[in-house]
């Protein structure tokens, strides 16, 4: 409190001129006190003007005469008695790095506005003008800023209040009638509300990844405590399988706890790698929206479209969207192996015992496999596709190396066999795919690219592609597009194009058509769970000339 009141007697007793304890206090008809010689030199400094009040800008006809105020003088010498502070504070000064008031003579103080009209900094007993005299209140104040003069035009002297999109720079009126007639300007104001509107977008999108990763870390995290847990039991169960086998089986078990835990650790390794990847890329996101942040509180326009430019646009993120885990059974299967020789207690054969180790090193979380970008990436992983003669309708003809089908009027002479496709004119591929494929399919008119479990029906409507929880199937005609599972239609808008690209991560559930021109464009996206090695398919409209092919992409 004490020091509270040392700082209310330096503020009623200082000169707002010298920012000194008042010397020979003179009072002029405003009301306002200073030192007799401040005020002097002050109004003679400005003799060519109307003298005037420094604080309320008051001015007064004709030149007052000054008297010393013999109460004022009373005061300031009982304060000197009590001892309170003449000066301010040290920490009131301005640093090195502190703006410092553009009016204080001597020795300067912190400025706590910066003026975007006057293009000057105030201390706070500089600015009370502009809180006390109606014209000031008008100005626009910001946070002290020590680029003020980057506002001004240097080629007319004027404050630049506008943006030339043209050219990308701000200028004053003078240069929009100028050299910049007829370009596209705006006000800065304007174009800092555009501006800040785009960082907002790009805000966003920071913080829905932010979000994506952090959901992602979570998903990691729970895979790693459903791997350990899996582990640790199929350690236990393993355990007292091999007590069984007495001392016969003691080394093997011993050998299987170790083959898991490795593999263990293996596999946990890798989900931690990409956590902390994933944990790097969120410090950075949160790093750049902070940098975003404290750009868009800047209040000075010219400032904000100075320093927008040096932003680095958003880097497109080679981690997919999200995590996608699918259940698996981890080490299970090495429980189901070690049972297979529990009753062989004798003599167990060499090849059994290679086939636990293999069923453990087999097991692999599923990490996240990134889809490609681009046709070329695309092309990586390009099969070719041959259709099985077992599987075709009898009415389509295969043809191209049994790559095409098309549409006959007439029965083709195909024997008799119970994986042919009686009633729709669909046909599968000779070859089971897992792992990652990618494959096109070249149709003339309306045609199905599909891909279907083996054991679809082959009659009836429940063995036509997308009618059922076996197949996915894609159907494009000249004027719609849609996709089918389980009997439920779902409507596709885009591109239409003759060739459908098919791009399969069987291990991930992903599966994706796209259509393919001169460009790329992704019609639909599965994510599932894929419990049988899948086949490729078609289906031809019944009408002639129609017809589908596998292309050769190699």
């Known amino acids: ?5 040392d700082q209310l007697d330096q503020e009623t007793f200082s000169c707002s001129i010298c920012l000194e304890v008042l010397k020979d206090p003179v009072t002029i008809p405003c009301g306002h006190s200073y030192c007799m010689n401040c005020i002097n030199n002050y109004w003679d400094e400005g003799e060519k003007k109307l003298p005037s009040c420094p604080q309320c800008r008051k001015t007064f006809i004709p030149r007052p005469a000054l008297v010393r105020s013999t109460v004022f003088a009373a005061l300031l010498e009982q304060m000197k008695k009590t001892g309170p502070q003449a000066a301010p504070a040290d920490h009131w000064y ?8 553009d009016f204080c003579s001597g020795r300067k103080l912190k400025a706590i506005k910066s003026c975007l009209f006057c293009l000057a900094s105030y201390c706070e007993n500089h600015l009370q003008p502009h809180h006390d005299v109606a014209p000031f209140k008008k100005h626009k104040l910001v ?8 506002n001004i035009c240097p080629r007319h002297d004027e404050v630049m209040k506008m943006f030339c999109r043209t050219d990308q720079k701000c200028i004053c009126y003078l240069c929009s009638v100028d050299e910049h007639k007829g370009h596209d300007t705006v006000s800065a104001a304007a174009e800092r509300t555009e501006r800040q ?41 393993s355990e007292e399988i091999f007590t069984e086998l007495i001392s016969l089986l003691q080394k093997r078990s011993s050998d299987v706890k170790q ?14 790698e990409l956590e902390e990847k994933l944990q790097q890329e969120i410090t ?31 880097s497109e993120s080679t981690h997919s969207s999200s995590i996608s885990i699918r259940p698996l059974r981890y080490f299970e299967d090495v429980t189901a192996a070690v049972s297979e020789v529990r009753g062989q207690l004798q003599d167990i054969p060499r090849d059994t015992w290679t086939n636990i180790s293999l069923t453990i090193t087999d097991v692999d979380v599923l990490l996240p496999q990134p889809e490609p970008k681009s046709r070329a990436g695309f092309l990586k992983y390009s099969c070719e596709i041959t ?67 083996k054991d679809i029906s082959r009659s009836g409507e429940e063995s036509i592609f997308g009618f059922n929880d076996k197949s996915w199937s894609i159907h494009c005609s000249s004027d719609s597009c849609g996709f089918f599972y389980n009997s439920i239609l779902t409507s596709i808008s885009g591109p239409q194009s003759s060739r459908i690209g098919v791009y399969l991560d069987h291990r991930a559930g992903v599966l994706s058509f796209y259509s393919v021109s001169g460009t790329m464009t992704l019609l639909h996206r599965v994510q599932t769970t894929f419990t049988q090695p899948l086949h490729a398919g078609v289906r031809v409209c019944n009408t002639s000339g129609h017809s589908a092919e596998f292309c050769k992409l190699k």
């Open 197 to 237: 509107r785009e960082m907002e977008v790009s805000r966003q999108q920071i913080q829905q990844e932010i979000q994506d990763r952090e959901k992602d870390v979570k998903l990691l995290q729970q895979e790693v405590e459903a791997i350990n847990q899996s582990a640790d039991k199929t350690v236990e169960h």
């Open 259 to 272: 083959q898991i835990r490795s593999q263990q650790e293996t596999e946990v390794r890798r989900v931690r």
């Open 1 to 5: 409190m004490a020091q509270k009141g």
């Open 143 to 150: 946070d002290p800023s020590k680029n003020l003069q980057d």
């Open 284 to 314: 950075d996101l949160k790093r750049r929206d902070a940098e975003m942040k404290q750009l868009s509180d800047t209040e000075d326009h010219n400032q904000f479209l100075h320093n927008y430019p040096s932003l680095s646009p958003l």
């Open 94 to 101: 301005a640093g090195p790095e502190d703006v410092a008031c």
């Open 387 to 453: 259709l099985d003669p077992n599987t075709v309708n009898t009415q389509l003809l295969l043809s191209e190396e049994n790559r095409k089908v098309t549409f006959m009027d007439q029965d083709q002479s195909y024997s008799s066999h119970p994986y042919r496709f009686t009633e729709y004119l669909q046909v599968l591929s000779r070859e089971s795919l897992a792992g990652r494929h990618y494959w096109e399919v070249e149709k003339k008119a309306g045609a199905g690219v599909a891909v279907s479990y």
